[in-house]
């Protein structure tokens, strides 16, 4: 079983605020509650948010328990890359061949929605995220690479596949690079996302929450989940190291650490480790003594080396860039990425990589300076088919239900899928985890079935061969 380390590395967006990093909203564990929300990150604060705020506008207010095994928002979405980005065409084929078109169509009108459903969010809520209305650029290095996704491209358009207005081809390697900045680049597609802050995002959502009633336990890890017959109503005992509390409902939004609560998800969603960093221009030039300024970029990236292997960014209007990737350091040896719940190290020769990472990639950084400011690894939840779970738990109890598995790819899904999820937990009329997409717009791969539970297939192990296989061809 593989539960959250005890110190993890600190993320630089951790360092922003954090006066809820050890928050308890009473001193003792609640002995009961409506809801328990096992997980603190973005899909248990949104979950949250939408629960409390549906119970409140309808006078009906659940009492709801946030429990977290570490400090708030301490896991992926505190250690992510910064990144609100829809995978507007480059798993369309596959998705394509393996659902069709109407649903591959879904998946990205799902994720190109949630973008401008967070900055509605933000908005409304008036979030100090830092939230960015920006073009990702997807940058190709590999003319091998770039020529298979524009092939394939053409040929769904052909077929008749309607991609998103919005997703422009830059098919000249000259243009590709003057536009994008990228030193080689061969090949580029740019298309509407967004960046944020998200623990700043999480943090809000959170207080927000707190002051609609919820109680936040931090330090405070499940240790295991169980049925007990209480009088008439069947309810479950969530077991702490603090006491256990009897939930009504619970919504288990843990990700990665899935596994050690229902071995089911033990084979389906495994803890997948990466590095993420920052980078900046130092404040003032060693060498001059005048003031350092970094070249502008004002996109995101990423740059894609194979059909695997990418890096990833975001720039921060202080001119800084948070970087992620390098999946190369890693796949050396399986045992460091795969299946690692570690992130109170780096993985091996990830910070060399990063090191001189801008003046390596990008045009006119060369001399910039830019160096390594902060460092820090996470934990991933990747599905082995690459699709959340979302749903109630079959072969379980009425009342348990998750909403985990996002693959690295949870900032452009995690809204959309908590606030539909918070929906069915409120229901009390037999609604069923097909409501989430017959009624609440949740594209069907996501839904939690026995059959996904069944299924013996492990898309992650493909994907770490393919990688493996380009890296030592490549060097």
Known sequence: ???????????????????????????????????????????????????????????DTLSTVILEARQACSGATGRNGGHLKP?????????????????ADELIKFESQQVLDVKRLVETEHIDCDFELTRAIDVFTDQQTADSVLRTHNEMKVKGFSFPDDLHVIADPKRAEQISGVKGAKAALTFTAGSVWPYKL??????????????????TPVQKISHH???????????????????RKIIVASNAYTGALFPEFRDKIIPVRGVVCRIAVPPE??????RARAPHLNNSYAIRFNPEHFDYLVSKTDGSIVVGGADRCAVEKES?????????????????????????MFNGWEDSKARITDIWSGIMGWSTDSMPFVGEMPGHPPGIFVTAGFTGHGMPRILGCSKALAKLVRSDTGAETD?????????????LTAERLKDKKNNILSYARNVESFSSTST
Not at 207 to 216: D, H, K, V
Not at 229 to 247: E, K, P, Q, Y
């Open 1 to 59: 079983m593989t539960f959250p380390h005890t110190q993890p590395m600190t993320s630089f967006w951790i360092s922003a605020t954090a006066d809820l990093a050890n928050h308890r909203t009473t001193e003792t564990l609640p002995q009961e509650a409506d809801v328990v929300i096992i997980g603190s990150g973005y899909s248990g604060s949104a979950a949250a948010y939408f629960l409390l705020a549906d119970s409140n506008s309808d006078g």
């Open 87 to 103: 995978d507007t065409y480059y798993s369309a084929a596959e998705n394509y061949r393996k659902y069709g078109a109407q649903i």
């Open 202 to 219: 999480v943090d809000h959502l959170l207080r927000r929450s707190i002051e609609m009633g919820a109680n936040l336990q931090t330090n």
């Open 229 to 247: 017959v209480h009088g008439a109503d069947g309810r479950h005992v969530v077991t702490t190291d603090r006491g256990d509390i009897l939930a």
């Open 285 to 290: 030039d060693p060498d001059s003594g005048h």
């Open 336 to 360: 460091y990425w795969y299946g690692n719940t570690d992130d109170s190290q780096l993985i091996p020769d990830v910070e060399e990589y990063f090191t001189g990472y801008m003046q390596r």
């Open 435 to 447: 409501d989430l997409s017959t009624r609440h717009g949740l594209p069907r791969p996501y839904l």
